[in-house]
C-alpha cells in the first residue's frame, strides 16, 4: 500500500500488468456446457479474448477446438493468468503449480471455503492464501467471477458488451458485476473494466481501489462493497475519491444484512454509522441500490460538469410536473420559475395568452392543445438557453403512444429532446420509461427511441424520481468540489 | 357531506347513479381524430359503452357512424351524462342546456379556467360552478379526463382494460390517471373505477373519498390529491380509512411543487408536515410516487393478510439475498434465521453438508452447484410451511437467460416460485425484473413469465426494493389494524 498514488502518470501500478494477461489457462476447463469450466473457455473464445487461451484438465482432450492441456506444466509456453473451476482442496497444489510455471495471477472462481463458515474450510483458505504469498503468486477470489475487460476481450458471461469505457466496477458479489455489466450496457454505460473479487483474501477493495484511482482508462468509480479488508481503505479512499468520483454500495446495513454477508464472502460488515462519516468525509458517493448505482454511474458518465443547482424541466403532462418539481426540490436542485423575460418572449411563440407555461412545462398544455413540437421546441431552447437554468431534464415520462399511428409522435418527442439537448453545453438528461411494454410494437417504440438516444450519448432514466436522485449527488460532488 | 356512511349496505351514495349513465352525450364531438372530442366518442364505442352515446355539434353529420345532433335539447331520448369538449366560454350555456334536458352530470374536459390563474378566468370557472348548482347539475372538473368503470364499458382512453376489479382510483391529475390504468394494468390491477376530477369545483376528492368507503365494488382506495377542497376531508378519510385501506399520493411537498400544482387545478396544497399528521392519525397510507402507488395498490390487492412481520425470502444470488436482507429490515419487517430445525431438515435434501443454506436463502448455491429446482422447491416449500415465516418472497431479481437455451430455466424457476406459493396461504410476493431488454427473445420470455405470474393472481414487483417499500407499508397496516 505504499504505491505512490500521486505520481500516477510515470509509474505503473503492480495490479496493471496483473489484468493485462497475455495468456490464460483455465483449470478444470470442462467439455460439459452447463459447468463453468466449459463456459469460461467459451467466453474467452466468443469474446475474442487477444492472447493465448489453455483449457487444463487432467483428462486432456479437445474443448471447442483447443487442445487441452494435463496440467499447467505441459502448456509449453509462459501463462500468465489461471482461472481455477476446480474443487477447493486441490488449490493448493495448484497455487504451486502456477508458482513453478511463473503464473502472475490466479483467479478463484473456486468456492465452498471462507464464507462456508466451516473452520476447516476457513483453514482451507487461509493456507491457500499463506502459500500463494510465500510463492509470489497474486489471487483473486476465492468465490468470484473474475475480470470483465473488453480492451483485450476478457470477460466472465455471455453477449459481453465490446466496448471499452470509463467506468470501472468492483464487485464482492458476482451477481451484482453480472447485474451492472447487464443493465448498464441497457443505459449505455461502458467500462474499463468490471472486476468480481469474492472473498478477498489477498487482492481487496483497497488496493483495486487504489489501482484504478489512477487508471487512466478508468474516470469513474463504482463499486459494490460487503466488508473492507484493509486498514489502509480510509486512506486509499480519500485519495481515490480526490482524483475521481467514487460511487460506493456498501451493505450489511441490518442486522440480517450482515449475516447474510457473513455467509456469502465472509466478510465483516463494520458500523453502518461510522461508514456513513467516513464516505462523507471523503466525499465518496454513497448509494443504496444496485438501479441507484447504475443512475448515478449514468450521470457521472454522460452529462458535463454542471454550473449550479437550477433545474429547467420540460415536463410531462401537469401531474408530471408537479412530481418532478418536488422531487427535484426533494434531492437537493432548485426548480426556479420562468424570470419575466423568459415567459415574455414565450408569450410570443404562442397565440393564446392565456396559455401557461412556467417551470417545469407542463408539455401536455402545448401539444394537444393545438399548437405542435415546434412551438414547443422554440420554449424549451428558449429556457435552456437562460443563464438562470444550469441543468436540463427532458420528461418524456407519461407519454406512450397509444397506438401505432402515435409512434411517430412519440419520436417527434424524443427529437424534440434531442435537438435542445444540441443546442446546449449544459448537462441535459432525458426520462424515458422503461420498454417493458406486452405489446411488441409498443415496445419496439421505446427500445429504438431509447437505443436513438443511447448512440448520442445521452443519459437517459427510467423514472423522474430516480433522475431526481441521480442529479442531486451529481450536482452536489461537483459543486462541493468546485467551491 | 352529511351522507351517513355508517349505514353503507342500505343506502346508495348519490355519486352511484351519477357514475353509471345509462346514456352519454360528447358535446363538442369533432371528426377530427386528433381531437379529443372524437376521441371520446372513439372510446365509448370501442370499449363497448353499454348505453347510448351522442356525439353533439352545431355542425351535424355523423361520426363513427352515430349521428351527430345540433345541440343537447335535440337529443330525443333521456340523457344522464354529457361529456364538454368545447371551449370554457360556450359552457355556461351548455350547463343551462344540460339543466333543461335533465341531464344529471356535466364532465368538463374542458379547460383554461381556474387554473391559468387569469382572473377572469378564475370568475368564468366559479360563474360555472354557481350556475350548475344552482340548477342542480353535478359538475366533474373542468380540466378533467373523466371516467373509467369497466364494468359499464366507460372510459377515456384507448385500449383500457375490459377487466373490472376493486382497486379504484381518483386522480386530479388525468396524466396519472391514464398511468396508473395503463401501469396498473402491466401488474394485474384491476380497477372498479378511474375518477379524473381535475380542478374539483363541486364533486372533488371528499365526496369521491366518501362514495368509494361503501361502494361494495371497491376494497382498496387509491388517490393522487393536489389540494384539498373540503373542510370535511378530514373526518371523510378517517372513516374511509377505517373501512379499507386508502394510499394517497399527495404532492406539492415543495415550494416548486405548490408553484406548479396552482399552474395545473388551482389548488392549494396545504402544509405537507400536517398533511403526513393528517394521514397517521387516520391510518392512511402514503406514497410518494405513481410507482409507489401502484406497488402499494398490488401488495394490497393481491395478497391475503399477513399474520406477522417475518419475511422467508428465496433469494436471487449471494449479493441480491444481502441487499433483500438489508432491504426488507428497513423497511420495518424482519428476516430471521433459519431455525435449527429447518436448517437440520434442509440438511437432508442436500448431498454436499457445505451447502449453506439460510434465509434469504441464496439460490445460486444450489442451482448452479450441481444440485436443482427439485432441491430447491424441498428447501422453499420448508421455509414456506414453517410457523416462524409470516410472509414469503421469492426473487427472481438478477436471474435472466443469458442465451434462449436458458429460457426453459428461467421458466423453471418461476415455475418453482408459483408452486411454493401454491403450497401456502401466507402471503407470497414475487420479484421479477422488468420486461425492457433489447433483445426480442429475452424480453418475450418475460412478459411471457409476468403474463403467467399476473394470471394466477400473483403479486409481482419490479425490484427488491420497491417489493420491501411495499410489504413493508402493507404489513404495517394489517398489523396496526389488528392490533
Sequence with gaps: MNFAMEH??????????????????????????NKQGYRYVQHLLNF??????????HRGGNILGLEVYPSISAIPEPVDYVISAIPAEHVPQLVRDCAHKGVKLLQLYTAQLGETGIPERKQLEVHIADLAHRLGIRLLGPNCMGVYRPEIGLTFRFSS????????????SAGH????????????????????YGNAVDINETELLEYLAHDPNTKIIAAYIEGVRSRDFPRVLKIAAEHKPVIILKVGRTQAGARAVASHTGSLVGDYVVWKGLMKQCRAIPVESI???????????????????????????????????????????????LPKQVSNKIKTFLDDDRMIVGNPVDVSMIIPGGWGFEELKRISKTIASHPLYQILVGDAGEWRPDTPSEISDYQAMVSMFLEV?????????????????????????FVEQQQRCLSKGVAIFPSVGQTARALGKFVSYHLASSA
Design 8 to 33: 500516477t502518470s510515470r509509474i505503473t501500478h503492480p495490479l496493471e500488468s496483473l489484468l493485462n494477461p497475455r495468456s490464460i489457462a483455465v483449470v478444470g476447463a470442462s467439455s460439459n456446457p
Design 48 to 57: 475474442g479474448f487477444e492472447g493465448k487461451i489453455y483449457p487444463v484438465n
Design 161 to 172: 458488451a465490446k466496448a471499452s469505457g470509463d467506468v470501472a466496477f468492483i464487485s464482492q
Design 177 to 196: 458485476a453480472a447485474e451492472v455489466m447487464y443493465r448498464g450496457a441497457l443505459r449505455g454505460l461502458n467500462f474499463s473494466q468490471i472486476v468480481s
Design 291 to 337: 438501479e441507484e448505482l447504475i443512475d448515478t454511474a449514468v450521470a457521472f458518465a454522460k452529462l458535463p460538469q454542471p454550473k449550479g443547482r437550477n433545474v429547467g424541466v420540460i415536463g410531462s403532462g401537469g401531474g408530471g410536473s408537479i412530481l418532478a418539481a418536488d422531487e427535484f426540490e426533494l434531492h437537493g436542485l432548485h426548480v426556479p420559475s
Design 421 to 445: 439537448r444540441e443546442s446546449t453545453k449544459k448537462p441535459m438528461a432525458i426520462v424515458l420509461r422503461p420498454a417493458d411494454h406486452t405489446e411488441e410494437w409498443r415496445w419496439r417504440c
